[in-house]
Structures are given as C-alpha cells and as structure tokens.
C-alpha cells in the first residue's frame, strides 16, 4: 500500500513538472512573439524644404508600393513590410507643397520658420525628436536631409543602427571657432568646443531626452550661432551625459563631398564618384557603393533628382 502511494506521489510531481514546463514554453513562446511584433524602432527625422530628391530610392528602401495607396492618403506603415521597425516624422519649410508618398501626414504639430545655417533649424530637429519620444518603442532618432539617400538596404540599415544602444555623432576638432563667440553663456571653454556632422546623425533615447529638456536653453544661447547643426549636439551631450565616451560612437554614417581630399582619404577614383563644381554628387558608381559601404556609411548626402545611381543595386 506504501509502494502504491509513493508511486502515485511520483506520479503527480511529474505530471505537475510537465504542467509548469508546458506553460514556461507557453509563455517564452508568446513573449517572443511580442517582443517581434512589438521590435524597437528608428525614428527617422526628416527636415525638408518640400518633398526629398530622390523619393523613388526611399521608396524602396521602405518597400513601398504606391500603387496600393489607392486613396492618396500618404498612410506608408500601413503600406510597408517594415512597418513594425521605423517611423517617419517631418518638419518642412513649405509642407502645403508635399507630394512624396512617404512624407504625406508626417508633418510634425508643431512648426517654425526656418533657413539655411540658421539656429532654428537646430529647433526644427528638437521638435521632431519631441514629437518622436512620444513613441516609447523609438530607440533611434536618425537625422535625415533632402538629399539624403540610403546606399544599403532597410535590414542592414537597420541591424547596424540597432545592434547597441550607442549614438553615433562624428565628433572631429573645429575648423570654425568663431562660431563659438556666438554662443551665450557657452557651458566649455573655447579650445574645447568641436565639429561633427549634422545630417546622419543618430541619437539613442537617452540623448534625444537630454536635447529635448533643453530647448528652451538652446533657444536662449545659440540663437545667433551660424550653422549650429555642426556643433550643437556633441557639445551639449558631451556636458551633459558624464557616459559621453562610452555611449557615443565617433564613427560617421553619412558619406558627403566637400573636397576633392573626401574621395581622396575614401579611396574612391574621379570616375566612379562625379561632383559638379558645388560639390553635389551627379554620378555615384556601383564600385564606389562598394568602397562606402565597405567603410560602413549607410547614407550618401547631396545628392539631386538628377544624380545618376543603380537604384536596384544600392538598396
């Protein structure tokens, strides 16, 4: 009679293993499930005169096909496989004038007058990244220009942006310290006021908090500062954040031309990347698509309607 009841008591404890197993499965199984219809997503931070250069290359990008907006109504997550990975917020000059599929219904709430090299353009990105945090899955805050075009496609985009929690500003000693002089009240001495670079640039959700809770000092001390947009955001993160060093990557993801010495320290030959005299891209080969994506750029800037690129090839 003992036998039997020792049994039946083995019985039970295995029966109750099997039933806490069963549902410890149960419950990893549908966390993951949430965890992949719920990712962390980019934010990515159009400031725009009108619509972009090259909306056909962002259009597949995003995968986009705007066939299926059938209603015009500019509703792209709706309309994209990534839908559940990024979203889109704008802030442009003249937004009665947008056209673009994927900025249609992105224009941010709030909006300010703004010029080229002007301090409220700095404004302009800020109250993006506001409107951006409202999302708690936005863990990226990516700054994007016009003519800005992507150069890998939206799953290496995004797996390189969202393999740490870093950001990623490309901080280098400045060429212009009379911009200093402008700043009111300046939080650092002059010889340690940098440059970086202004479109590309991506913030983690601790560093877009940080630049949010300070507009209201930005307004007040660079107001008169010429193109803030190369300054403001390494200089106030690097006082403000004491982990500056180590949640900052230094690495730059945009690839621009300001000199011939750009295709020169990138290795790229005069063929395969052409410029007209403004330095705007006009040609972009195959070849030098491989060299920057080969030196990690996921963005090329300055590019036009015109700029002659394998669209196919580069995303």
């Known amino acids: 009679m003992k036998v039997n009841l ?6 039970s404890i295995i029966i109750l ?11 990893t199984e549908n966390f993951e499930n949430i965890e992949q219809s719920n990712p962390n997503k980019i934010a990515f931070l159009f400031l725009t005169y009108n619509n972009l250069k090259r909306p056909d290359i962002w259009n597949k990008f995003f995968d986009i ?21 990024y979203n889109i917020y704008l802030h442009a000059k003249e937004p009665d004038k947008i056209t673009d599929v994927i900025l249609k219904g992105k224009q941010i709430p709030e909006h300010i007058e703004t010029c080229w090299g002007c301090s409220n353009l700095i404004e302009a990105n800020i109250l993006m990244m506001k409107e951006a945090l409202k999302d708690p899955l936005n863990k990226k805050f990516i700054l994007v220009s016009d003519s800005c075009i992507p150069i890998v496609s939206f799953n290496t985009f995004y797996n390189k942006v969202m393999k740490d929690d870093k950001s990623r500003i490309n901080i280098h000693r400045n060429n212009n310290p009379e911009r200093y002089d402008n700043i009111t009240n300046p939080p650092f001495p002059k010889n340690e006021f940098t440059k970086h670079s202004g479109s590309g640039l991506i913030l983690n959700r601790k560093h877009a908090e940080i630049i949010v809770s300070q507009l209201d000092t930005y307004r007040k001390d660079w107001k008169n ?6 300054h403001y955001f390494g200089n106030i993160l690097r006082i403000l954040d004491p982990n500056f060093n180590s949640s900052v990557s230094l690495n730059k993801t945009t690839f621009d031309i300001w000199s011939k010495d750009d295709l020169d320290t990138n290795k790229i030959n005069d063929d395969d ?5 403004y330095i705007n891209i006009k040609k972009i080969s195959n070849n030098a698509i491989d060299e920057l994506r080969d030196k990690n750029f996921i963005l090329a800037r300055k590019l036009d309607t015109n700029t002659e690129i394998d669209i196919h090839y580069i995303v």
């Not at 500062?225 to 190369?230: A, K, S, T």
């Open 6 to 11: 020792n049994i039946s008591i083995i019985i």
């Open 273 to 277: 990347i052409v410029t007209d005299s």
């Open 225 to 230: 500062v010429n193109v803030p947009d190369e």
């Open 65 to 85: 096909d705007i066939d299926i907006d059938i209603n015009n109504s500019g509703n792209t997550n709706n309309i994209s496989k990534y839908t559940n990975k």
């Open 17 to 27: 293993i099997f039933i806490l197993a069963f549902r410890l499965f149960t419950f």
